[in-house]
């Protein structure tokens, strides 16, 4: 699995000037979040759903 800061990326400024951050996960991209620390926590959190629900992102596909 890669390393979570490889997944987080800043998507450049919203029309207030203000910078975003995304993050980069199988299932898609998750935000805009308004820091670098929120889009991390973001996508811990998306990625603690997902193995809660069972969603693997098809590693198991046969």
Not at 2 to 26: C, K, L, M, V
Not at 44 to 56: D, L, M, P, T, V
Request: glycine letters at 16%.
């Amino acid at each position: 699995m890669s390393n979570i800061t490889d997944r987080i990326f800043q998507g450049g400024a919203n029309h207030f000037g203000e910078e975003e951050w995304f993050y980069r996960a199988r299932e898609g991209i998750g935000g805009p979040y308004h820091s670098k620390d929120d889009a991390v926590l973001a996508l811990h959190s998306f990625i603690a759903y997902c193995k809660a629900h069972g969603f693997n992102g098809g590693r198991d596909a046969g």
